[in-house]
């Protein structure tokens, strides 16, 4: 009975005891609050940052999801990993003369062929049904897309039921491949993209159609362009810029990871405070260096940066953005 005691109530109530009075922060999840006391995140649990003024933490598997932590434990073989890491870099890699080949992987579209062959995305959404399918379900404007071009395509979705027929009423999604053969071969060098067209009002009306540039090219058909330029020199990433951790809720990113993502954060702060990009960057270039740890005090291991921590110290230095 003595041992149960102890180990069911003295225990338990001395570690807790000693955590909420000497390591309160710590034993209560490390809960960063605003100025106003509401919660916005730990410092333990990473999230996802979608504004360009911020930096964004490492993918995740588990979509930041803290009660669902886990890895992708996607083999390097994996068409999805290779999709991945494309969407994360397409619009970022740079060629060994520091220049963005967001414009090369364009030009090279537009020309519609691939290794050879031409419509690039009939060659995309047939070979990967399941990415095809992906972008249809991604926003409700891309499914109603699809839709509108089932009532004007009918002989093209009854061969389909012809095909299938286990799925006499198919929906959008189930055309998905389709539907973007039918759409590559109307419009040779084009992809279904988000339109965003000015109104009298001043307000912005977004509609889907076909566009032959902009970061979905850029990052969609990175990889395809990649295999038919396999001898341009491209610069080397981070690691953890394209790569998961275990948990998939990694807080940090490595100092360089942070660094490699600068040009953006500081060029869209400049942009908002209409300040010089220069000025800016040396400043969160600054920011950086000081807000770096490492393990052991500095005495192991790469400098990495906490991501909520340090865009929180850009709000606090720059506002919140626009």
């Known amino acids: 009975m003595i041992i149960v005691v102890m180990v069911c109530v003295i225990y338990p109530l001395a570690l807790w005891l000693v955590g909420q009075t000497f390591f309160s922060f710590q034993a209560n999840g490390s809960i960063i609050k605003n100025a106003d ?39 390097g073989s ?19 003369n520091n220049q963005s080949i967001g414009a090369d992987i364009e030009k090279w579209f ?12 009939a060659q995309w959404a047939t070979a990967h049904n399941s990415l095809a399918q992906a972008w ?4 409700p404007s891309h499914g109603a897309y699809v839709d ?33 053969q039918s759409f590559s071969k109307e419009n040779p060098g084009k992809f279904a993209s988000a339109i965003n067209t000015p109104q009298p009002t001043g307000k912005t009306i977004t509609t889907i159609g076909p566009v032959n540039s902009g970061s979905d090219i850029q990052t969609l058909f990175f990889d395809m362009w990649r295999q038919d330029n396999p001898n341009v020199v491209l610069q080397n990433l981070p690691g953890d ?10 807080p940090h990113i490595s100092l360089q990871n942070a660094e490699f993502q600068l040009d953006r954060v500081a060029t869209k702060w400049a942009a908002n ?24 005090a500095g005495l192991a291991g790469e400098k990495f940066i906490n991501v909520l921590e340090f865009n929180l110290e850009l709000i606090k230095r720059y506002g919140m953005p626009h």
């Open 273 to 296: 405070l209409k300040r010089n990009p220069v000025d800016i960057k040396n400043e969160i270039a600054q920011l950086l260096k000081i807000n770096s740890t490492a393990p052991l």
């Open 148 to 180: 509108s071009w089932m009532k004007t395509h009918p002989m093209i979705v009854q061969q389909y039921i012809k095909d299938n027929p286990g799925t006499q009423k198919p929906k959008s999604p189930d055309l998905a491949v389709v539907f973007f």
């Open 37 to 75: 006391g509401k919660i916005i995140g730990s410092k333990l649990i990473a999230q996802p940052f979608t504004k360009d003024e911020f930096f964004q933490p490492r993918p995740s598997a588990a979509s930041y999801d803290a009660s669902a932590s886990t890895s992708s434990a996607l083999a």
């Open 136 to 139: 249809v379900n991604a926003d």
């Open 241 to 250: 810029l394209v790569t998961t951790s275990a948990s998939g809720l990694d």
């Open 110 to 121: 537009q020309q519609d062929k691939f290794l050879n062959q031409s419509n690039i995305v």
């Open 78 to 96: 994996n068409y999805a990993l290779r999709a991945r890491v494309a969407s994360a870099v397409g619009t970022i890699v740079k060629n060994g």
